[in-house]
């Protein structure tokens, strides 16, 4: 595997809040946020941060574009010798797509990106060749107001992309796009990847993450859980090896896969047809239903997809991980001491 582009070590930001005293009354305290989180950004790589509302992924973004100060913790990146140096700015790295951004008016795309590139100190030579990138160059003189939002995710990206950053973060970049749309979206993130941009990606829509991201970090009330390549983090949550067995007829018990070393994870059967879904050895499975007289029609392994993944891993149901947006969702897990400033 090639070097990480960056490596982020047990870094921290939490948010400060008032706990004003009578003797006191401006006083803060830390609260709510990210806390010791470690993980690695590789080129050409697409990463997925998953978790329930309020788990932290946008404060870890605006700490990874270096919007929000890291407040303990390391962030280094290699040499060409493979040393690790400190990184001093993250905005010198990353470009920053945030959840909502509001284009709007009268100016058109390519305007509104030469006013961005001033800003940033930058010429505008390579800014028709964004515009293709990222699809917009049939568009380069439409105005704001006449953008669908399909294009104004893509004028976010190409607004992220000034300045040819090394990583890409993109903060829930699927809201209010209908599927083609989306669609085309992600082929834009593949074809960004296919250059060699390392792309974080945070999403509540996980159903459109699958087939686009290569590692997944989950999160949950400021902390990683779990992060690595799709099929590690499956094994290590026991969503790997699992198979669906269907056929016709009915299902009268599975006392018959009590000698193997066998999961039976879903059973359903009615009078017409039946179904086994399971987590072991396929091959005795399947044996043991024909031993049994079953007829199976059909055997194929069942992929974990992203809610799984997440439930697995937080112990949470599917409900609570759609549904869970109290406050106490940025309380870490493990006791931490709040700090006052000072």
Not at 9 to 30: F, G, I, L, S
Not at 293 to 305: D, F, I, R
């Amino acid at each position: 595997m090639a070097d990480p582009l960056l490596t982020f070590d047990e870094v921290q930001h939490r948010h400060a809040v008032p706990a004003p005293k009578a003797w006191k009354p401006w006083a803060k305290r830390a609260g709510a946020g990210i806390h010791g989180i470690s993980l690695s950004l590789y080129p050409g790589q697409v990463l997925g941060l998953v978790g329930p509302n309020g788990a932290g992924k946008t404060t870890l973004l605006r700490m990874m574009a270096g919007v929000l100060p890291i407040q303990s913790g390391t962030v280094t990146a290699p040499t060409e010798d493979r040393h690790s140096v400190a990184v001093e700015d993250l905005r010198n790295w990353a470009g920053h797509m945030p959840e909502q951004v509001r284009w709007q008016g009268a100016i058109t795309v390519v305007d509104m990106l030469e006013q961005l590139s001033d800003m940033r100190g930058q010429r505008h030579h390579h800014l028709h060749g964004l515009l293709n990138l990222v699809g917009l160059h049939e568009r380069a003189e439409e105005p704001l107001d006449n953008l669908s939002q399909g294009m104004r995710q893509r004028l976010s990206i190409a607004a992220a992309l000034l300045g040819s950053p090394k990583v890409l973060l993109l903060d829930e970049p699927f809201n209010g796009l209908d599927p083609v749309a989306a669609e085309a979206f992600a082929a834009l993130v593949r074809r960004l990847a296919g250059k060699g941009v390392s792309i974080v990606i945070s999403s509540h829509m996980v159903t459109q993450l699958e087939g686009l991201i290569d590692r997944i970090a989950l999160l949950h009330r400021g902390q990683l859980l779990d992060e690595g390549p799709l099929a590690d983090v499956e094994k290590r949550l026991a969503l790997d090896g699992r198979y669906q067995l269907t056929g016709p007829g009915e299902l009268d018990d599975t006392n018959f896969l009590g000698h193997l070393d066998t999961d039976v994870l879903v059973t359903k059967s009615t009078e017409a047809s039946w179904s086994l879904t399971v987590r072991g050895d396929a091959e005795r499975v399947l044996q043991a239903c024909n031993d049994h007289g079953l007829s199976v029609a059909s055997w194929a392994p069942v992929k974990p997809n992203l809610v799984e993944w997440l439930c697995a891993a937080t112990g949470m149901s599917l409900d609570d991980i759609s549904l869970d947006v109290a406050s106490s969702a940025m309380v870490p897990m493990m006791a931490m001491e709040a700090m006052e400033d000072e």
